[in-house]
Structure formats: structure tokens, C-alpha cells
């Protein structure tokens, strides 16, 4: 039962005619080891009360992350797996109880709690009746369950409240409303969500339906091995964060699991665009979260070995079945490598990996480790589940591996481009200019070496004010920003974006539109250049980060870095440019503290096409 269900079949043959299978056994016995070892640490820092406490921020109540690792480790304990001996862990399935229990003390939380203790109240009542812990603890979380009225968002009601708008409150929201009609309680309370229960789940249809309507449908890849259409990107308009895809991926595929055969076609076809999709924008070493908000956050890898988990399991196609297990095979070997479990469970981003206590700067501010080993661990214990009975599959390549070029074109407007050794990201638009996360241009870049792929270009830091790694001109003093209106990519891997500048506020342009901005890979350099035509007389800047001590070369063409660790990047021009270097200090999620120098070019008095190439 639980996390023993994909366990029963042995993987079989490793290779079939010769070709190299997958074994979803294997990828469920790994996350499994995830899920027990993540789970074996939180008990230490749980208080009395139920709450668990946070390496940062101290006792978290206020946190979906309660009841959800509490359920991860009732279901480990229930599994009997830990240091107790016995078939199980009576010890652990208390701990997770009272951890539930104290998430009812709250009342009328988010989507995500009730989803969490719903869900965990249908898996205790087939598998624990029995369980005295359980029989102590089923009262109050069934009538906090019973007693739970319609959610409030943390929008403002400014998107939830709206039929036309769509965010991922709401896919998480309708799926709670189908957990708590899968629970069989009721309420003789109209103010209580079971009052209705036919009506609640036509409410979640209504968001599923909202969800699938928003989902995209033009996004595609062409390359040497791996071409295909059909996919789109479901993520929170209009920044669209890539990080979000993956949440909403996840969150379709759980209404799929839900409702079975009486799932809408709109919303299955949704689904699995949005499946190929995550295979389409993964990088070469699993991230799935290089533009925008989440940056580098565990879920959202344990969000994507889940979302391909379900979808393999529902395909008809092998040869996307193994390009689903490839893909959740290798965002299981990011979870191990990336955010090895230490005393506080996953690392809640890869810089706070053995670090026990640290800080949150440079991470959104809502994100804490509480919260998102939760998640991480309710995703990873669905994804065990979804790999039962999942046959061994022929490797298919993962795309990011292969040349070719993958182009959403509408929602996140951004195309990545595989070109033998480098793979890089371009974002068409600056979708919020004023957090350098979502900035405009190259966003991420990875290099293959005898090692593997590894990072070549820093991850752009949260900001707090207007700032662009460029181009950006000056006109009258004023940084105008790149506005992209379309974004087209050729196989070939030149992505082109038109469009024109702006204030950051995104207002009207101060200078017309018709401006081109090319990018391409520059194989012979190791690198991507960057091509547009600069105006006469016109100033042209650019900002580049790299990590505090960095050895850092200046000259008239453009500046070099030596990184700590010895790795050099360099930043180059074809026409002089001047450099200065910036005081303040920046975070990501991947470096506590990134420098940072600015790059002037003043174009000559003449149309002059600019070139301007990062090498790796």
C-alpha cells in the first residue's frame, strides 16, 4: 500500500533488442529513498503542539507543509519503514497525526491544506481504521473538513474571483473541492463546502475547464532527432513563470488520476499538452525553472517527476512514455544531486544544500522549507504511485540533448536551442521588469563536458528594482527596456525576437517599434552572440552578474570573469565599450551573494549593427 505500490514487478530486461529500457521500478525505489530519508528528519524538529519549525523562519503554522509531510510520514510509518522494528512505524504515524492535527487549527485555509488533509483522511480511513493513532486524530481533522467553507485567495480576488482569468490557485482549489467529495463527508451547514457536494464538484469542473481553455497550444520542437507540436505552456498570466508550468502540469494530471474516465477531453488533451511541454523546456540537467519566480526551488523538480510520472502511466504512445521517464529519471538525479537531504530534509534550494541554517535572501519571499518539503514529498509520494504498473520503456533522448530548438511563442514567449555541446534559453519578453528573474534575453545556458552538462551562466538574481542584463538604452537619462512583441525560431537555432523599448513600467515606448534582436549560437566560440541594429549617436547598456571574488578583466571590448572555481565566461563587443563595476550585492537561489558590472557602448554616428557574444 503507499509508497510500496510501485514496487510489485520486477524491472525486467535491461536492454530489448538491443535498445536500453527504463525501469519505473527503479525510478519509484529512488524516489521511495527520497521520501523515507526526507521524512526520518523532520520528526526532530517538530514541537509538541504538531508544528514544525523551520530552519529560518522558526515554528510555521501557517503552512500547507504540515499536513503534508505529516501525511509522508504517516504513510511511511504505515509502510513500516524507519528505525522502529515491526511491521510498522507506530512512532512515525504519530508524529504525522499530530503534525495534521495542528493544520486544523486554522480555519478556512488555502487550496493547498484542504487538498493535503483531504487527500490524507481518504488514504487513513482505507488503510489505518484500525490504528489507534489514527482513531485519536480522525476527529478533528473530519470536522475541520466538514466545517470548511469556500476558500480565500491570496489574490485579492482579483484573478480567482474572475470567469476569465486563470492562475494556479484555481487548478489547486478544484482539485481540493474533488479530495473533499472523495472523503464522503458531509454537512447539514450550507456555509460548509460538503453542504453540496454535487455542486462542489461541478465547481471543480469549472476551474478544470478554466485551466484547460488556458492552456496553450502552439508550442513545438524541431531538431535532428526529436521533433513534435501540440504542447502549450498552463502557467499564471501574464508573467508566466516556467516554475508554474510545472505546478500546473502536476495539478492537471492529479484531476486526470481523480476522475478516470469521466475526466473532460479538453481537459486530458490539456493535460498532455502541457506533459510534452515539460519534456520540451527541460534543460540538459533537469531544471525546469530558469525564467521567472520558483527559481531553483525543490518542488518544482518534485513537481516534474510527478507530472511525467502520471503521464506515463496515461500515454498510449511508447515513444512518449520513454521520453516521460526519461525526463522524471532525470529530475530524480537533480533531487539527489542538487538537493541532497540534510538535518532539514531536501535542501529548499540548491545553495542552501548542507547548509543547516542559512538565509532566504534572494528566494520569493512566501518559500520556506516547511512549506516546499511538503510539497516535494506529496509529489513524490503521488509520482511512486502513478509508476505502478508502468511496464519498462525504451529510452527515448531527452530533447535538451539533441540539436534542434524548442518555442513557446505565446504564453512565456521564450525558446531554448541545442547546438552540439551548449544548450541556452532565450526570454522574448521582460515580463517583469523590476525582478531580473524574468528579464529579457539569454536566460540560462549549459555547457557538456566529459562530467556531463553542467551551468555555465549565473542564474539571474531576485532584484528589487528595475534592472536588465540588456540591451537596454539610454535616451534623456532614462534606461529603456527591450519589449518584445514576437518571438520565432529556426531550426537552425536563430531565435529571433521584434519588437521595440520601453520605460520599465511597460508603457508606451519612448522609441518606435522595429527593432530585431537575433540570437545564435556561435559554435566555433563556445558561445551565443547576440545581433541588432543600433541607432546613430545612441547608448546601449548592459549588466552582467557573476560570484562575489570573481576575477574580473576589463577592456575595451568587453570584460572576461575567472569564477572561484576557475571557470571563465567572457563578454565581447565590435565596438568599444566602457566598464563599470556595481556596488550592490545580489542573491538567487543559486548564489548568496552575485556581483555585478555594467557595459556601455555609445553606437557611432552611423546605422551600425551591433554584436555582442557571451562565451563559455
Known amino acids: 500500500m503507499g509508497l510500496l505500490a510501485a514496487g510489485g514487478e520486477a524491472a525486467g ?63 511511511v510509518g504505515a509502510a513500516g519503514v524507519g528505525p522502529a522494528s515491526g ?19 486554522r480555519s478556512n485555509q488555502g487550496g493547498f491544506e484542504l487538498l493535503a488533509l483531504a487527500e490524507g483522511f481518504t488514504w487513513n480511513e482505507r488503510h489505518l481504521a484500525s490504528n489507534p493513532a489514527w482513531k485519536a486524530a480522525r476527529g478533528a481533522i473530519a470536522e475541520f473538513l466538514r466545517a470548511h467553507g469556500p476558500l480565500v485567495s491570496s489574490d485579492a480576488g482579483l484573478c480567482y474571483s474572475s470567469a476569465d482569468c486563470y492562475d494556479n490557485l484555481k487548478l489547486v482549489a478544484g482539485l481540493a473541492d474533488l479530495a473533499l467529495v472523495s472523503t464522503g463527508l458531509t454537512s447539514p ?4 463546502l460538503v453542504y453540496n457536494r454535487t455542486g462542489l464538484r461541478r465547481k471543480a469542473l469549472g476551474f478544470l475547464a478554466q485551466a484547460a481553455a488556458n492552456t496553450g497550444t502552439d508550442a513545438r520542437r524541431v531538431g535532428e532527432r526529436v521533433s513534435f507540436g501540440d504542447a502549450g505552456i498552463l502557467s499564471d498570466p501574464t508573467k508566466n513563470p516556467l516554475a508554474y508550468h510545472a505546478l500546473s502540469t502536476m495539478m492537471l494530471g492529479h484531476a486526470l488520476v481523480s476522475l478516470g474516465r469521466t475526466t473532460p477531453a479538453r481537459a486530458r488533451a490539456a493535460f498532455f499538452r502541457s ?39 496515461r500515454t498510449n504512445s511508447p515513444t512518449w512514455r520513454g521520453r516521460y521517464l526519461v525526463g522524471a529519471a532525470l529530475a530524480i538525479r537533480r533531487l539527489q544531486a542538487v538537493y541532497p537531504v540534510g538535518s532539514w530534509g531536501l535542501a529548499l534550494v540548491p545553495r542552501l544544500a548542507g547548509e543547516p541554517g542559512g538565509n532566504y535572501e534572494g528566494i520569493d519571499g512566501y518559500a520556506n522549507s516547511v512549506s516546499y518539503n511538503g510539497l516535494a514529498l506529496w509529489a513524490l509520494v503521488d509520482a511512486t504511485r502513478a509508476l505502478a504498473g508502468v ?21 512565456t514567449k521564450f525558446a531554448t536551442v541545442t547546438n552540439g555541446s551548449l544548450w541556452f534559453a532565450i526570454h522574448g519578453t521582460d515580463s517583469d521588469p523590476a525582478d531580473a528573474r524574468y528579464d529579457f534575453g539569454l536566460a540560462a545556458a549549459e555547457k557538456r563536458d566529459g562530467s556531463g552538462w553542467r551551468t555555465v551562466l549565473p542564474y539571474r538574481p531576485l532584484t528589487f528594482r528595475p534592472t536588465t542584463g540588456g540591451p537596454a538604452l539610454l535616451v534623456g537619462g532614462r534606461a529603456l527596456f527591450p519589449i518584445g512583441r514576437r518571438i520565432t525560431a529556426k531550426r537552425s537555432g536563430e531565435v529571433v525576437i521584434r519588437g521595440g523599448w520601453g520605460t520599465p513600467g511597460r508603457v508606451a515606448p519612448r522609441v518606435r517599434f522595429g527593432t530585431i534582436w537575433t540570437y545564435r549560437a556561435t559554435p566555433a566560440l563556445d558561445g551565443v552572440t547576440l545581433t541588432f541594429r543600433g541607432r546613430p549617436h545612441r547608448t546601449y547598456q548592459f549588466e552582467v552578474w557573476y560570484a562575489l571574488g570573481s576575477q574580473v578583466t576589463a ?47 555609445r553606437a557611432p554616428n552611423r546605422p551600425h549593427r551591433i554584436t555582442y557574444t557571451t562565451t563559455f
Open 189 to 192: 451547514a450550507p456555509a460548509s
Open 13 to 75: 530486461p535491461q536492454t530489448d533488442a538491443g535498445r536500453q529500457l527504463i525501469s519505473p521500478v527503479s525510478l519509484s525505489e529512488q524516489a521511495t529513498l527520497l521520501i523515507t530519508r526526507t521524512v526520518a528528519e523532520w520528526p526532530r524538529h517538530e514541537l509538541e503542539d504538531g508544528r514544525l519549525v523551520d530552519p529560518v523562519i522558526g515554528p510555521v503554522l501557517s503552512s500547507y507543509g504540515s499536513a503534508m509531510t505529516g501525511q509522508a510520514m504517516v504513510e
Open 275 to 313: 506533459a510534452r511541454t515539460l519534456v520540451g523546456l527541460m534543460a540538459p540537467d533537469g531544471n525546469v525553472a530558469y525564467v521567472g519566480r520558483g527559481q531553483g526551488q525543490v518542488w518544482t523538480v518534485a513537481a516534474t517527476v510527478d507530472a511525467l510520472a502520471i503521464a506515463a502511466s
Open 391 to 411: 511496464p519498462a520503456t525504451v529510452v527515448q533522448p531527452l530533447p535538451a540533448t539533441t540539436n534542434g530548438v524548442f518555442l513557446d511563442p505565446s504564453h
Open 87 to 105: 511491521p510498522a512505524n507506530e512512532a512515525l504515524i504519530g508524529d504525522g497525526l499530530r503534525a495534521e492535527v495542528s493544520q486544523t487549527s
Open 555 to 601: 577592456s575595451g571590448a568587453g570584460l572576461s570573469v575567472v569564477e572561484p572555481g576557475g571557470f571563465l565566461r567572457s563578454y565581447s563587443f565590435n565596438s568599444p565599450v566602457s566598464v563599470s563595476a556595481l556596488t550592490e550585492t545580489y542573491h538567487s537561489a543559486y548564489s548568496s551573494n552575485l556581483a555585478s558590472a555594467l557595459i556601455t557602448l
